[in-house]
């Protein structure tokens, strides 16, 4: 992403880019610090080709219960 450049953050490795502008967002955001989605020291091999989901999936507890992703996340 060109964005590692604009910010100055060309010592990162892993970066996603998003936008949260909608009623809620911080709640939105709070819940993505609780997920460890903030994680820097979480490594996450060839990021590029995993979805949306599969990124979410990897930082889940492996104690998480419930088959479906949405359930998993609700029990956090």
Do not use: C
Request: aromatic letters at 10%; proline letters at 5%.
């Amino acid at each position: 992403l060109i964005y590692r450049e604009i910010f100055g953050l060309t010592h990162v490795q892993t970066m996603i880019r998003g936008t949260l502008r909608y009623p809620g967002w911080s709640e939105t955001w709070q819940q993505i610090v609780r997920l460890g989605l903030t994680n820097d020291t979480m490594p996450v091999p060839d990021l590029a080709q995993h979805t949306y989901r599969e990124f979410l999936e990897m930082f889940l507890p492996l104690h998480a219960s419930g088959s479906k992703l949405e359930q998993r996340v609700a029990n956090l």
